[in-house]
């Protein structure tokens, strides 16, 4: 007959890491495809934290949608942890650079890049542990 003491105990509580928080986002195009990401954002919970546009006035407009502040693209990332560059096709690998250097994940829309050279220089930061999707 097995006593209370003799018993194994039960296993303890799995403890439960808290949460990290989530990644902040900085958008380099105010257009279409930064709408759509803005609404990604939202549904998955992620805070905006700026946009940046050739044009002010662009920027500002979809910064006031998703609660962010309009920056020029030289200020990138605005403090984010990850950029989306949806810019026309020949900024992609600069602002992506500039994401990468300031430390950042990046996504990239498609095309990646207009270059070879600039191609390869992407897949080289990502092989040296930069975080660089493109799609």
């Known amino acids: 007959m097995l006593r209370r003491r003799d018993r194994p105990s039960p296993?303890?509580?799995?403890?439960v890491e808290p949460a990290p928080p989530p990644v902040t986002l900085a958008f380099a195009g105010a257009g279409t495809i930064s709408v759509?990401?803005?609404?990604?954002?939202?549904?998955?919970?992620?805070?905006?934290?700026?946009?940046?546009?050739?044009?002010i006035d662009r920027a500002?407009?979809?910064?006031s949608q998703v609660g962010a502040a309009a920056v020029p693209?030289?200020?990138?990332?605005?403090?984010?942890?990850?950029?989306?560059?949806?810019?026309?096709?020949?900024?992609?690998?600069?602002?992506?650079?500039?994401?990468?250097?300031?430390g950042c994940a990046v996504l990239v829309e498609k095309p990646l890049c207009t270059t070879l050279a600039d191609a390869d220089a992407l897949v080289a930061a990502e092989d040296a542990g930069a975080r660089v999707l493109y799609g």
């Open 36 to 55: 759509i990401h803005g609404m990604a954002a939202a549904v998955a919970g992620l805070p905006v934290v700026a946009v940046a546009s050739r044009g």
């Open 11 to 15: 296993d303890p509580a799995p403890s």
């Open 60 to 63: 500002e407009e979809r910064a």
């Open 73 to 102: 693209y030289r200020d990138l990332p605005a403090g984010a942890g990850a950029v989306v560059v949806a810019t026309s096709p020949g900024s992609h690998a600069r602002l992506a650079h500039q994401a990468i250097d300031a």
